[in-house]
């Protein structure tokens, strides 16, 4: 364990407390049919002392992300934290207010905006901004941007923002949803032995995912624009913390928005929930481009988490840390595992250098110097580490089959991973009790002595992330299976998909031992857009292209749909061929999405 900063270092804490104006009061969020969406005050232990059962320094944390109420940054310029995984920051221009960032729901987010208003007027929105791609920053955009006030409203996004805010979704949504159970732990019982935090923020809300489309890119690093009398000048920074994302200067009020970029903590090349692993050399390199690019432009930074950094000499010695803490977990990683070391070999051997162990915001609270080291090695060198006998293992059940069997079986297995627990090797004896549930996943003692196991980890993590899935392991272990509550079936989200996407959320889909003898072949005319998409499924798998509308394939198709966009979204949601025009034989359509099947959202992680 690396030596821990000074707790007599409470600078932290009067950053976070800097320009309080208000609290929402109570921090009470519900959704229109009632259903409390975010509960802040569910979070009121954290006033106490630090008790046995958490990481002193993620305690510390949680108490600085659980403000909660309405800030001031700068003249003109304020954030809601608090109400959301995100912060909302909100600029006041000539006329209104440009919201960044409308956090995950669109009930958070309207409440944010109406605690502003309550304290600075009830200006109109008349700019949106989302700094990046990920859903805690713009799943709540209805809520301060309705349908009926959209019109003429700029709404500002990175480069390719749209496509990568969507696709994320289709590809790996549900296993990233299901896990992110895990990583928040938001079905956990808030509290000392329980969630305390998330290291990012406090946990996800559970309302509404909305989204309204971009209708300005920032395409260029030193573009400028002009959103209600308020000047910006935009730095792109792709493949950072996310695909799409970008940094922006205000330089009439000499302030930095540093999006997810550099925040207050070691962030995640890789996150647990599941995602493409990031590129921390970029990464690095994007923040000391930023030093340079704004120059002496600002005096107080924020990003889109946690609290701002005030002065310029400040600002420049947080972003030039955080660039190195970067910097360093890459570059070392390669000199490693190029000495031949795997990844778990070097996420046991590193060690960050002094000077960035000893601040806090180079701690892992949200992303860990170990799953980062890994993930880097995953990055240049895949899952496979180069030994044989790791090339065609046993799954999980029958590799912990076998194990029990040498162990002596469940009994004996049992017994000496007791004596693991009791000698404080926690790891193993979580491991050799993860394998005696696999071969027996009802062996009900076994999994109560893992959940125990996983209780003792989840209390002495310094990591928020990892102390949501250890405990929500164990809880899942004791109570069954969890499903996210966040409801993402917004219309506005499906719209976003290209038509590509659309067919490919089917084809991930197709069952494919089901489909092996099918060979069916149905093209799709889309008038709105001009093309012809044409869908077969053939040896299990559905492929598609595309053409211009007026090209005719060599080959007939057995179905010919001509049809509208709005209308292929709704025959993929279930609603039939009504009004569409059909050549053809209309069953093939039946026939392709009798293969189609829905995927678990509730799927076992810890049992098999």
Not at 236 to 263: Q, V
Request: net charge negative; proline share 6%.
């Amino acid at each position: 364990m690396s030596p821990l900063p000074s707790f007599e270092d409470t600078a932290d804490f009067a950053d976070a407390d800097h320009g309080f104006i208000g609290a929402l009061a109570p921090g009470v969020i519900r959704n229109a049919e009632g259903r409390v969406v975010w509960d802040h005050g569910a979070y009121a232990f954290l006033d106490a002392d630090c008790p046995a059962t958490a990481h002193p320094s993620l305690w510390r944390q949680a108490q600085l992300c659980a403000r909660q109420g309405l800030y001031e940054v700068t003249n003109g310029i304020y954030q809601v934290r608090g109400l959301d995984l995100s912060n909302m920051t909100l600029v006041e221009g000539d006329h209104g207010v440009i919201v960044i960032d409308p956090l995950i729901s669109a009930e958070t987010a309207a409440a944010a905006l109406a605690l502003y208003r309550e304290h600075r007027g009830d200006r109109p929105v008349t700019g949106l901004i989302y700094t990046h791609s990920h859903a805690d920053h713009f799943g709540g955009a209805r809520g301060v941007l309705p349908r009926d006030a959209e019109d003429g409203v700029p709404v500002l996004a990175p480069e390719g923002f749209l496509h990568h805010a969507v696709s994320e979704n289709v590809y790996a949504g549900n296993a990233m949803t299901r896990r992110a159970v895990f990583m928040y732990g938001d079905r956990l019982p808030k509290g000392p032995e329980g969630q305390i935090g998330a290291g990012l923020g406090m946990t996800t809300s559970t309302g509404t995912l909305t989204l309204v489309p971009p209708t300005k890119d920032i395409a260029r690093t030193g573009q400028e624009e002009t959103v209600d009398g308020v000047r910006m000048v935009f730095q792109l920074t792709p493949g950072t913390e996310a695909p799409a994302e970008m940094n922006f200067l205000f330089p009439d009020h000499r302030a930095l928005c540093l999006a997810e970029n550099a925040t207050r903590t070691m962030h995640n090349i890789l996150t647990p929930r599941g995602a493409q692993v990031r590129d921390a050399r970029v990464w690095a390199r994007y923040l000391d481009e930023a030093i340079d690019f704004f120059s002496d432009g600002y005096d107080v930074a924020f990003a889109s988490h946690h609290w701002p950094t005030r002065g310029r000499e400040k600002v420049i010695r947080f972003l030039g840390q955080q660039r190195d803490l970067y910097a360093y977990l890459h570059d070392q990683t390669l000199r490693l595992l190029n000495d031949g070391l795997t990844g778990n070999e070097i996420a046991e051997a590193i060690r960050l250098p002094p000077a960035l162990e000893e601040v806090w915001h180079a701690r892992g609270y949200y992303g860990s110097l170990s799953h980062n080291v890994k993930a880097v090695y995953q990055r240049y060198m895949g899952w496979f580490d180069g030994n044989a006998a790791h090339l065609w293992e046993h799954p999980p059940a029958e590799q912990a089959r076998r194990y029990v069997e040498i162990a002596g079986g469940t009994e004996q297995a049992l017994a000496k991973a007791r004596v693991y627990d009791a000698d404080g090797d926690l790891r193993f004896a979580a491991t050799l009790l993860n394998h005696i549930v696999f071969a027996d996943p009802s062996h009900t003692e076994a999994k109560e002595t893992l959940a125990h196991v996983y209780d003792r980890l989840g209390h002495g993590s310094e990591n928020g992330t990892w102390r949501n899935f250890f405990l929500t392991a164990a809880m899942e272990l004791r109570h069954g299976e969890n499903r996210a509550v966040l409801d993402s079936a917004n219309p506005e989200m499906a719209g976003a998909l290209t038509t590509a996407m659309l067919l490919d959320s089917v084809a991930i889909r197709i069952d494919g031992p089901g489909a092996w003898d099918e060979d069916l072949t149905i093209d799709a005319v889309l008038t709105d857009e001009r093309r012809r998409h044409r869908i077969t499924l053939h040896n299990g798998a559905l492929t598609h292209r595309a053409y211009p509308l007026y090209h005719t394939p060599r080959t007939g198709a057995g179905l010919t749909l001509t049809l509208t966009r709005p209308q292929l979204l709704g025959i993929l949601g279930g609603k039939g061929l009504e009004g569409v025009r059909t050549e053809g034989d209309p069953a093939l359509l039946a026939r392709l999405f009798s293969h189609v099947t829905e995927p678990d959202p509730a799927f076992p992680v810890v049992t098999p």
